[in-house]
Nanobody
Framework: QVQLVESGGGAVQAGGSLRLSCAAS????????MGWFRQAPGKERAFVAS????????YYADSVKGRFTISRDNAKNTVYLQMNSLKPEDTAVYYC?????????????????WGQGTQVTVSS
């Protein structure tokens, strides 16, 4: 069982930056691949980025590539999402998620555990 708690969301102007954190409970954090997803009002939950168990492999959605960076600190049981050059279309609730299998899948259904989400609002 893994419990995930996101933090770091907030309101920012376009072009600004935020860093989201996701703290995981348990001693097996390094056994889980981690992902970030987001859900805007009226839209489906969408993949943002994922990172392998050790952090040496990552995937990004095309819409955030070059602007967002996912990283993890297994000693702190935490995964991060650094978001730069934010745009109004990045406005959403951001969720972190965990799964055992590391692969290129971007499907939310493949993830086993989810946090409650943190709101990110980008104004123009």
């Amino acid at each position: 069982q893994v419990q995930l708690v996101e933090s770091g969301g907030g309101a920012v102007q376009a072009g600004g930056s935020l860093r989201l954190s996701c703290a995981a409970s348990g001693r097996t954090f390094s056994s889980y691949a981690m992902g970030w997803f987001r859900q805007a009002p009226g839209k489906e939950r969408a993949f943002v980025a994922s990172i392998s168990w050790s952090g040496d492999s990552t995937y990004y959605a095309d819409s955030v590539k070059g602007r967002f960076t996912i990283s993890r600190d297994n000693a702190k049981n935490t995964v991060y999402l650094q978001m730069n050059s934010l745009k109004p279309e990045d406005t959403a609730v951001y969720y972190c998620a965990a799964k055992r299998l590391w692969d290129s899948s971007r499907r939310a259904d493949d993830y086993d555990y989810w946090g409650q989400g943190t709101q990110v609002t980008v104004s123009s």
